[in-house]
């Protein structure tokens, strides 16, 4: 479905935007879902970081989600294999 979404954006369905006050350290981070991709976040914009929440612990750079992030998702999907460490440290 990410896949899917990265070629056609109007796929992704309604956006939501909540803004999340984290008192320690003393700051705020902006928090974006869609409807169509259930547990895909993205923190904080375009230039922020993205999650996903059936990779808990791992956060991912925008150009990290083809090369990375997918294919996480695919290997959790096929096999039930988290990944362990950063795949590459260089985005394609």
Do not use: C, Q
């Amino acid at each position: 479905m990410l896949r899917a979404a990265i070629a056609d954006p109007s796929t992704m369905g309604a956006k939501s935007v909540v803004h999340v006050d984290l008192a320690r350290p003393r700051r705020g981070e902006w928090w974006e879902s869609w409807a169509n991709l259930p547990g895909f976040w993205r923190i904080n914009g375009r230039k922020g970081r993205y999650l996903h929440a059936s990779l808990p612990g791992w956060t991912y750079a925008r150009a990290e989600i083809r090369t990375e992030m997918i294919p996480d998702l695919e290997a959790l999907a096929e096999h039930g294999v988290r990944p362990t460490e950063a795949t590459s440290g260089a985005a394609a």
